[in-house]
Nanobody, 122 residues
Framework: HVQLVESGGSSVQPGGSLRLSCAVSGFSMYCVAWFRQPPGKEREGVALINGAGQTKYADSVKGRFTISRENTDAPLWLQMNDLRSEDTAMYYC???????????????????WGQGTQVTVS
C-alpha cells in the first residue's frame, strides 16, 4: 500500500524557518517532490529530487528552500528558510514510482500525493 504522510506545517513570521517531513511507505523514494497550493491558486512544483540525488527548484524558492533525504527509504525533507508571505500554502509531498532519474525532471510525472500540511507565513 503506497502512502505519503506530511508533517511539520505551522504558522511562522516572515523571515522564519520551517522543516517539512514526508514519510513514505509502500515504495522507495527514487523520484519525489514537494508541491504547494497557495489560497485561490493552482498547485505548483516547489522542489524535486531524483534517484541520482539531483535536485530542481522553482525559481521562487531557489536559495531559500532545500529538499533532501538520507536515502531512498528515509523520510523526505523540505527545509524552508527566509519564509515570505507568498510562501503561504498547503504543501504536498508527491512521488512518481517507476520513473527513471532522467525523466524525474518534469513536474508532470508525479501521480501519488500526500494529504498536505499547511504553512502560513504572517
Amino acid at each position: 500500500h503506497v502512502q505519503l504522510v506530511e508533517s511539520g506545517g505551522s504558522s511562522v513570521q516572515p523571515g522564519g524557518s520551517l522543516r517539512l517531513s514526508c514519510a513514505v511507505s509502500g515504495f522507495s523514494m527514487y523520484c519525489v517532490a514537494w508541491f504547494r497550493q497557495p489560497p485561490g491558486k493552482e498547485r505548483e512544483g516547489v522542489a524535486l529530487i531524483n534517484g541520482a540525488g539531483q535536485t530542481k527548484y522553482a525559481d521562487s524558492v531557489k536559495g531559500r528552500f532545500t529538499i533532501s533525504r538520507e536515502n531512498t527509504d528515509a523520510p523526505l525533507w523540505l527545509q524552508m528558510n527566509d519564509l515570505r508571505s507568498e510562501d503561504t500554502a498547503m504543501y504536498y509531498c508527491a512521488a512518481a514510482p517507476g520513473t527513471s532519474y532522467r525523466s524525474c525532471r518534469d513536474w508532470t510525472v508525479f501521480n501519488i500525493w500526500g494529504q498536505g500540511t499547511q504553512v502560513t507565513v504572517s
